[in-house]
T-cell receptor, first 115, second 113 residues
Framework: GAGVSQTPSNKVTEKGKYVELRCDPISGHTALYWYRQSLGQGPEFLIY????????DSGLPNDRFFAVRPEGSVSTLKIQRTERGDSAVYLCASSLMPGGETEAFFGQGTRLTVV | AQSVTQLGSHVSVSEGALVLLRCNYS??????LFWYVQYPNQGLQLLLKYTSAATLVKGINGFEAEFKKSETSFHLTKPSAHMSDAAEYFCAVSFYGNNRLAFGKGNQVVVIP
């Protein structure tokens, strides 16, 4: 079956612009996660959704970052007034149910470059 | 503080030799532990996971890992490296009470023919 799909795969934007990154989780997965992976680092947690609500947004670095999941399926990560330091690969993952022991399935990521 | 440590960002191993990647965590409560692999231009793929059952966990592609509570470790091994094992490997931990994963910095494995 289809895995986690992220679009676009690459995004180049100018400093100060607004961007949206989309994630289509595996059908039926209730939990959805966003991570950010900078060069040479492991992924870092940003936000976790259970259904439509953000259950844990403690990883969002500042208020320029926001994410939604209005119907409990597709999620959009929104970044306002982008900065060069926002350049990274943004990963989305989904799991069938919440719980630390549950396997998370990852998309291929969106590579964001802010110039 | 809770943390995950992977030492040695780049690991070179000869084809046919043992692959050993180390992972240590810092937590007073045993967490759930995972190893993920990332091949070039692909997403993260689960290799294996420990969720409080058997301490020796077998995964895909001949990899296995052993949970040692006394050492707070979850090292990944494979007896004989193949060229196809060249990839980046991440140890990840779900600490008690959290649904999210904390990742180590990763090990880039290079297999030398």
């Amino acid at each position: 079956g289809a895995g986690v799909s992220q679009t676009p795969s690459n995004k180049v934007t100018e400093k100060g612009k607004y961007v949206e990154l989309r994630c289509d989780p595996i059908s039926g997965h209730t939990a959805l996660y966003w991570y950010r992976q900078s060069l040479g680092q492991g992924p870092e947690f940003l936000i976790y959704f259970q259904g439509t609500g953000a259950a844990d947004d403690s990883g969002l670095p500042n208020d320029r970052f926001f994410a939604v999941r209005p119907e409990g399926s597709v999620s959009t990560l929104k970044i306002q007034r982008t900065e060069r330091g926002d350049s990274a690969v943004y990963l989305c993952a989904s799991s069938l149910m919440p719980g630390g022991e549950t396997e998370a399935f990852f998309g291929q990521g969106t590579r964001l470059t802010v110039v | 503080a809770q943390s995950v440590t992977q030492l040695g960002s780049h690991v070179s191993v000869s084809e046919g030799a043992l692959v050993l990647l180390r992972c240590n965590y810092s937590s007073s409560v045993p967490p759930y532990l995972f190893w993920y692999v990332q091949y070039p231009n692909q997403g993260l793929q689960l290799l294996l996971k420990y969720t409080s059952a058997a301490t020796l966990v077998k995964g895909i592609n001949g990899f296995e890992a052993e949970f040692k509570k006394s050492e707070t470790s979850f090292h990944l091994t494979k007896p004989s490296a193949h060229m196809s094992d060249a990839a980046e490997y991440f140890c990840a931990v779900s600490f008690y009470g959290n649904n999210r994963l904390a990742f180590g910095k990763g090990n880039q494995v290079v297999v030398i023919p």
